[in-house]
């Protein structure tokens, strides 16, 4: 029987730029901007075989905030639905979408 994955972690491509986002998510509040941006992260290492210690703090930050993921996703959705959370990304948002 071979293991598909070989057994070993694997170093995520955005590891360097997200993991300061993990502690940045830990020192703040359960900000829109900050919710959004833990559910974007929950999405991208979700499954990764390898960045252990970004999903573990990924998961304190969602105990820390009382939430589960099925809520925090439920709220973000939520957010997204408004719309603007990253509307000032140095980028005009498309107005007609027809």
């Known amino acids: 029987m071979t293991e598909i994955s070989g057994g070993k972690d ?3 491509p955005l590891y360097n730029r997200d993991r300061p986002s993990i502690d ?3 020192a703040q ?3 829109d901007y900050n919710l959004s941006e ?3 992260l929950k999405i991208r290492y979700q499954g990764f075989p390898g960045a252990r ?4 703090g990924l998961d304190k930050v969602l105990q820390s ?5 099925t809520e925090l996703f439920e709220k973000t959705r939520q957010l ?3 719309g603007g959370i990253y509307k000032t990304r140095g980028k005009k948002e498309e107005q ?3």
């Open 29 to 31: 509040g359960a900000t």
């Open 80 to 82: 997204h639905d408004i």
């Open 96 to 98: 007609d979408w027809n």
């Open 24 to 26: 940045i998510l830990l």
């Open 65 to 69: 905030w009382g939430l589960t993921e």
């Open 38 to 40: 833990l559910a974007r």
């Open 53 to 56: 210690d970004i999903q573990t």
């Open 10 to 12: 694997q170093q995520h």
